[in-house]
Each structure stands twice: as C-alpha cells, then as structure tokens.
C-alpha cells in the first residue's frame, strides 16, 4: 500500500477513534496501534506471536474489539464511499468463499462446492475500475441469487447495470432488479429456451428459439475478470485467506479494513 493512501486512511481512522471510543490520552499513541492491526492483517501473524511492540498484546487486541464494538471501519468505508466521486453507472459482482478453522458458530456453513470444510462467502460489487462498491457477508450454503439483495443494500448508490457469471441467471431476480431500474447481465445458457404464442392463441407454440446475448453484452462480459482480480488482491492480505477468528465479527472487521484500503488505492 502507498505510504500517502495509509497516513491518510490513519488520520481518519484517529478522528473516528477519538470521537467514537476515546475521549483521554491514552498510554500508546492511536497511530502506533493501527499500525499493528495492519500487520496483523498483512502478515496474518496471531496476537500471541506479536513480539515486535510495545507493551503486552491483550492492549492491541483489546483496542481492536473496541473498533469492532463501535464500528469504525464500517463507518470510515461508507465516508470514503460518499466522499468520494466514484462511478456506480456500470458494476460487475461475483463472491468468493473463505474457509473456516476456527470460527464457532451459526454464521459459517458448508458451501455447495467444498462441502468438507464450512465457510462463508463474500460478496462484491466492482465498478469498472476495480474499485469496490459494497459488499456482504454470509453463510457459504446460500445460492448467489439471493446474496445479490445484501450487496445492494449497502451500496450507496444503486448502478444502472450488474454483470454477473451463470450463478445469478434467473429470470424472478431480472424482473426484481428491472424494477428498481437495474438491468442484470449475464451469460444465456446453450439450452435455455423461449417459446412464443401463435397469432390465433390456441395454446400452440411456435418454435423454440434460443436466447442469445447481444454484442453489447458480450463485450461486458468479457470484462468479468474485474471481480476476480479485484478478489486477488483482496486475498494478499493474508488474515483473509482463512477463518482464524473465533467471532465472525472480528473476521469482517479485518474484510471492511482491507477493503478500505483498497478503495483508497484505486481512488487517490
């Protein structure tokens, strides 16, 4: 990370933290202990092995679920997201899963395609600079159709287009995401098919033909590669790559720090 983008993500994270949290001088300095969290995140080195600061680590990780209790990143994400003038007219999303090792609880499951490990699933919204939109977490075993709705909730503004991969291809979520006017792009299959009544209206049906994507589409689809790199990226830092966490919630503040610094990548 650029050494401007993470002073500027700091001094934000400080006011926040001194509005929100801490209202005295503490004994180590604000800037000192978000250095560590972002160690921790990089290097995904435990609270234990921390042997490079200052004092013991129950400070740092204590101070950690403070941000956690009052939310400082998801807040800090939602500033840079209003602040910023980013582009929502065209968005791609995909999700990704994460496997668990420690984390106990009802917010992890088995996933469709790796059902010997429980997980959860992140899901993105990328606009066409890499640049994250929104995103939301949830159990592995639920179908992306129904994980579309989460992602749109956080997001700022609603894009005018979303395209996605052969997971979100359903006609009910088309017609729901039309009516809030947005058109879902996605890839037909071969074998799907559409049938048109004949002029009398005698139930008869004429024959079948098969639903292609338009030229537009397709160059828009073949620009879905956006996710997967912005999902790369996102699993650098290497607290991501697995569940170490015994509270999901100490996960996803991990996910809304990476994810604010690589919107102030893209952005400054």
Known sequence: MKQKTLLFLKKHLVKLIKTHI?????KYSISKKLDVIIDVLKTGIPWISLKHIKGHESTYRKF???IRDAEILHIAFTNFINKLQIDHSLSFIDSTTIINKLCNGE???YGFSNMKHKGIKITTLVNSNQVPLSFSISKSNLHDTKLINGALDNCNKLPKKIVGDKGYLSKDLKKYLFSKGIDLIY????????KKKSKDDNNKFKKNKYLTNSDEELKLLKERHKVENFFATLKQYRRLNYIYEKDIRNFKVFVEFAFC???LNKCI
Do not use: N, T
Request: proline share 9%; hydrophobic share 30%.
């Open 261 to 263: 610094m690589i919107l």
């Open 22 to 26: 801490i209202k005295r001088k503490p």
């Open 64 to 66: 950690f679920y403070k």
């Open 187 to 194: 890839p037909y299959k071969k074998y799907k098919k559409i």
């Open 107 to 109: 917010s992890i499951s």
